[in-house]
């Protein structure tokens, strides 16, 4: 019997290659709209698909092969002889060859402005119900949706007369794998269309492999980088960053960089952010980046060594030229002067990094996987209440205040337990991941340079103790802002008091692990 293959593909790349070796193999092709006919103005003998189901396309289109005669064909068990008596009884012909690609609802979904009614007529109906039912009968049928299956399929045909059943087997698997990232696509477009930011019964996310590792977070770790295909989803993120050059990103490169751009987007003055180990090791914000960036690296100029920077703003030559004098693995910036940039340049592994913008909105969750799971949760975008409270007796100065803002910003970002102490709108000290808050304060007071007379405290959780005021009482810290919420917060008001510490509960916390 003379094999069957079903053509209908939105991307042609190859298809008019690949069409005309199947019909020197011997097979009858049977095709649908656009692809017949382009398929027969390029010489290739097709059979219209209303041949088969004896019946025309209808509703523009959007019906024309859900038909049994094609279904039947596509899943029919051709050694089970009940399915073959019901075939010939009902004259349909078995399909051995399903190749379909599915309408760009991708590309679709990401134009500017597109209306609904554009997205909805592409989504797909009759491809990917060919596409499962040849791949549920794989064993059968061979199907492709990848292009870049043409040659293995062909190569195999030619040298064995067939696909062999492992071939099969990795065609329908990669047939799963794309229509389930096509209708997670559908779901969470129409979620977005209908404002549902609720946490729904099941949870499908559309992620596309942008790029293969060397390793993981260590060199015995595989891994690659997926990313998120949403309209939807901020840019200004690593996952849109244009690399300008040096060597590729790393799985400890990409985490970090997400990091640094994640406190970025907390300030809209000049700042500068240095990363290391995904934790902040320096944050400065200044009339300029170059200020910013000074400020920065001598809040803690060994840390900062091999670490990332990331700037709010372009940079400039002067900036760059200070970049330069040390090793760091990654500058990241909105945009880079051409001399700055050729500057920077000069650097063969440094990797600069260029973001698209620091839009500072999004609508999708923070997710974190467990063994077995995934902990889903909305992101941290709540810096504090309006309504926050000065508890203490001495109320803070408004330059204490700006430091105090600075510095919860900075905690916000930081591993907990987080303690982050500043001034001038400076980091001066950082603790972090401590498993106790005293250790995290004392930590950042060890940690700095600098006398901390007149600098301000912050504390990413509520203070349990009063040992953590009395600290930083006794280095000079003269403002403390915490959310408050301990069943001791009166312990921690008298030592402030007994300091003259300001301080302000936000009533917000701020754990970050």
């Known amino acids: 019997m003379t094999k ?22 011997g097979y009858e092709i049977i095709s649908t709209g656009g692809t017949m006919k382009y398929l027969k103005e390029n010489g290739v003998d097709v059979i219209n698909i209303s041949d088969v189901t004896n019946f025309p396309e209808i509703l523009d289109g959007r019906v024309k092969t859900l038909h049994p005669n094609i279904h039947a064909g596509i899943l ?53 119900t060919m ?52 209708d997670s696509m559908i779901f969470n477009y129409f979620r977005f269309v209908r404002k549902d930011n609720s946490f729904p019964k099941q949870l499908t996310v559309p992620l596309e492999k942008a790029k293969q590792l060397r390793y993981g977070e260590n060199p015995h770790q595989q891994a690659s980088f997926y990313k998120i295909t949403l309209p939807f989803i901020e840019k200004s993120n690593i996952a849109n960053a244009e690399q300008l050059h040096g060597k590729d990103l790393s799985y400890n490169n990409i985490l970090d960089s997400d990091s640094a751009i994640e406190l970025l987007k ?26 910013a960036y000074k ?100 109320r803070p100065t408004e330059k204490e205040i700006e430091d105090l803002i600075f510095a919860w910003k900075v905690v916000k970002h930081v591993k907990s337990n987080a303690i982050v102490i500043a001034k001038d709108k400076m980091t001066l000290g950082i603790g972090m991941g401590q498993t106790n808050r005293i250790w995290a304060v004392e930590h950042a007071i060890s940690r700095s340079r600098f006398d901390l007379n007149g600098a301000v405290l912050a504390s990413d959780a509520f203070f ?11 280095a000079g810290i003269t403002a403390i802002i915490q959310p408050g919420g301990s069943i001791r917060d009166k312990e921690s008001i008298d030592a402030a008091n007994k300091y003259n510490i300001a301080m302000i509960f936000t009533g917000i916390r701020h754990f970050r692990h």
């Open 295 to 394: 400020k920065v690296y001598n809040s803690d100029p060994v840390s900062i060594f091999g670490g990332i920077v990331a700037f709010n703003r372009k940079v400039d030559r002067q900036t760059a030229e200070e970049l330069k004098k040390i090793f760091l693995e990654i500058v990241i910036a909105p945009d880079f002067d051409e001399d700055a940039l050729s500057l920077l340049s000069t650097k063969k592994e440094l990797r600069i990094l260029k973001l698209l913008t620091l839009d500072k909105t999004d609508v999708y969750y923070d997710v974190k996987s467990v063994n077995g799971g995934m902990l889903v949760q909305e992101k941290d975008r709540k810096l504090l209440n309006e309504d926050y409270q000065v508890v203490t007796e001495r």
């Open 266 to 291: 907390e300030f809209d003055e000049p700042t500068c952010v240095a990363i290391k180990h995904n934790n902040p090791c320096g944050v400065a914000s200044g009339d300029n980046i170059f200020e």
């Open 131 to 182: 596409l499962r039912a040849a791949a549920k009968n794989f064993k059968y049928t061979t199907v492709i949706i990848d292009p870049a299956d043409y040659g293995l399929v062909l190569k195999e045909i030619k040298e064995n007369g067939d696909v062999s059943f492992d071939t099969r087997f990795y065609l329908a698997t990669k047939v799963f794998e794309y229509t389930s990232y096509y």
């Open 76 to 128: 029919a068990i051709k050694d089970n002889r009940e399915h073959v008596k019901t075939l010939n009884e009902l004259n349909i012909s078995p399909i051995d060859m399903v190749v379909v690609n599915l309408y760009p609802f991708k590309e679709t979904i990401l134009k500017e402005n597109v209306a609904f009614e554009d997205v909805i007529e592409n989504i797909d109906i009759g491809g990917p």
């Open 4 to 25: 069957k293959a079903i053509i209908s593909v939105y991307n042609k790349d190859g298809i008019l290659e690949f069409a005309k070796e199947l019909k020197n193999l």
């Open 464 to 474: 349990p103790f009063s040992d953590s005021v009395e600290a930083a009482g006794k």
